[in-house]
């Protein structure tokens, strides 16, 4: 069993940045691969990022590119979302989540198997 929880997000301004983290309580959080997804009001839940067990691979939807930067530290057992450059249409519930699988297909919500419990994040215009 893994808990995840979340800090971070609020209200920004158009342009603004924020960071968010989530700590993990696993002692094997290591071999994990972690995401990021967001849900906004009315729909789907969507993939933002991931990043592999190590670190050494990340990966992004298009519309984040550039913007968002997922990092995490083993040692602490945390994953970290940085966004700059935020966008109204940003605003969403961000929710981190650990994908157990040995070959993780990261941008597949399914596939995970722990998640953290969401934190709002609201870009004014």
């Known amino acids: 069993q893994m808990q995840l929880v979340q800090s971070g997000g609020g209200l920004v301004q158009d342009g603004g940045s924020l960071r968010l983290s989530c700590a993990a309580s696993a002692l094997t959080f290591s071999l994990y691969a972690m995401g990021w997804f967001r849900q906004a009001p009315g729909k789907e839940r969507e993939f933002v990022a991931a990043i592999s067990r190590s670190g050494g691979s990340t990966y992004y939807t298009d519309s984040v590119k550039g913007r968002f930067t997922i990092s995490r530290d083993n040692a602490q057992k945390a994953v970290y979302l940085q966004m700059s450059s935020l966008k109204p249409e940003d605003t969403a519930v961000y929710y981190c989540?650990?994908?157990?699988?040995?070959?993780?297909?990261?941008?597949?919500?399914?596939?995970?198997?722990?998640w953290g419990q969401g934190t709002q994040v609201t870009v004014s215009s």
């Open positions: 989540a650990a994908n157990a699988a040995a070959v993780p297909r990261y941008t597949i919500s399914g596939e995970y198997d722990y």
